[in-house]
């Protein structure tokens, strides 16, 4: 069981670039979601996906498309990358949307865009 | 979500238990409190959860005061690896998004 699983754990862009990364997980979790960190700041949430073919925006989400045609992988990617997407992403799961749950991190991956 | 106030940074010594505060005074009756701890470097990592009545794991205990305002995060015996950002988080029942706010910077000493 690798739990949440991200990769790549290390990316330069240039600017304009275009890059995807991936997350997949094996609990058979519903809800994914990706957030991304700032230096010295807190997790803020770009995408989330309740389900299946369902997606739907966080509190920052321009810059990001995402597509969940799978249970297991929900990618996010950066269609034209921007100095200002430099930051460190984290993808997430849980089971269900019900309270109480416990929700499952990733390792992160450390982006920089030159 | 209703928002959490914790202090900044604290120290702790290695081996003593360590008592992170967190206030979350708008709480409502549905919402949890959960905490996640993070290490540098790491991606964030539950820790324990709890409604109304206090808790404990392996980890560590949450004790909620009685009108829900405020709640402290135990843990009982400190050790170096505990040395993370400390996050209280507050989280509607609907719904799965946590809403980091800064968090406490634990430094265990040896």
């Known amino acids: 069981n690798a739990g949440v699983t991200q990769t790549p754990k290390f990316q330069v862009l240039k600017t304009g670039q275009s890059m995807t990364l991936q997350c997949a997980q094996d609990?058979?979790?519903?809800?994914m979601s990706w957030y991304r960190q700032d230096p010295g700041m807190g997790l803020r949430l770009i995408h989330y996906?309740?389900?299946?073919?369902?997606?739907d925006q966080g509190e920052v989400p321009n810059g990001y498309n995402v597509s969940r045609s799978t249970t297991e992988d929900f990618p996010l990617r950066l269609l034209s990358a921007a100095p200002s997407q430099t930051s460190v992403y984290f993808c997430?799961?849980?089971?269900?949307?019900?309270?109480?749950?416990?929700?499952?991190f990733g390792e992160g991956s450390w982006l920089t865009v030159v | 979500d209703a928002k959490t106030t914790q202090p900044t940074s604290m120290d702790c010594a290695e081996g003593r238990a360590a008592n992170l505060p967190c206030n979350h005074s708008?709480?409502?009756?549905?919402?949890?409190v959960y905490w996640y701890r993070q290490i540098h470097s790491q991606g964030p990592q539950y820790i324990i959860h709890g409604l109304k009545n206090n808790e404990t794991n392996e980890m560590a205990s949450l004790i909620i005061t009685e009108d829900r305002k405020s709640s402290t995060l135990i843990l009982p015996h400190a050790t170096l690896r505990d040395t993370a950002v400390y996050y209280c988080i507050v989280k509607r029942a609907a719904g799965n998004k946590l809403t980091f706010g800064g968090g406490t910077r634990v430094l265990v000493k040896p």
């Open positions: 708008t709480i409502s009756g549905n919402e949890y």
């Open positions: 609990m058979n979790h519903e809800y």
């Open positions: 996906s309740v389900g299946a073919g369902i997606t």
């Open positions: 997430a799961s849980s089971r269900d949307r019900s309270e109480g749950n416990t929700i499952y």
